[in-house]
């Protein structure tokens, strides 16, 4: 089994990176993540005493995503709550809608306490992701299970919890 982890940041050219996607995707990995920063559509908002670009992008970029052979998509990022909850909630009815696997934003506490098993060459392995902040953007009250923020205890719980039902956690 064979897994590689391709970072891709739209912020540069995005037909640069989408050559390199397919490059490493055409290598014959048998997973490949994206951790994708979109940010067609983006434009800076001050928040706070800091100026950071709000990333908003059109689901044929996803798409782009998906046909450059990605299956395993983080959407865990600092830009995660730059449109809000509806923006976690249309990435989150567009991935469902995909098949492919992505970890990061839940719809509920529940979804968030389930960890997913998947099986690869019949290898069976949990994906999980997580961001270490969020630029000063919070959780409405009540709804923290929207995004999975990083800590080493929730790291180690998520993997403790998963760990005895798979052969390998990303």
Do not use: M
């Not at 908002?45 to 046909?67: D, H, M, Q, R, Y």
């Not at 969020?134 to 180690?156: D, H, M, R, W």
Request: glycine letters at 8%.
């Amino acid at each position: 089994l064979h897994i590689c982890e391709f970072y891709v940041d739209l912020w540069e050219e995005v037909c640069y990176n989408c050559g390199n996607a397919f490059v490493l995707r055409d290598s014959g990995d048998d997973l490949c993540q994206s951790r994708v920063i979109f940010v067609q559509g983006g434009f800076f908002k001050k928040i706070g005493e800091i100026e950071n670009p709000v990333f908003n992008s059109p689901f044929e970029l996803g798409t782009a995503v998906i046909n450059t052979g990605f299956n395993l998509i983080s959407l865990a990022n600092n830009h995660v709550f730059d449109n809000g909850e509806i923006g976690i909630r249309n990435s989150l009815d567009f991935w469902r809608q995909q098949n492919r696997i992505y970890s990061g934003q839940n719809n509920s506490q529940i979804d968030k306490e389930y960890i997913k098993i998947h099986s690869c060459k019949g290898i069976k392995y949990a994906f999980i992701s997580y961001t270490t902040k969020t630029n000063s953007i919070t959780a409405p009250k009540g709804k923290e299970y929207l995004v999975n923020i990083y800590s080493n205890e929730t790291a180690k719980n998520d993997i403790e919890k998963i760990r005895k039902d798979v052969d390998v956690v990303i």
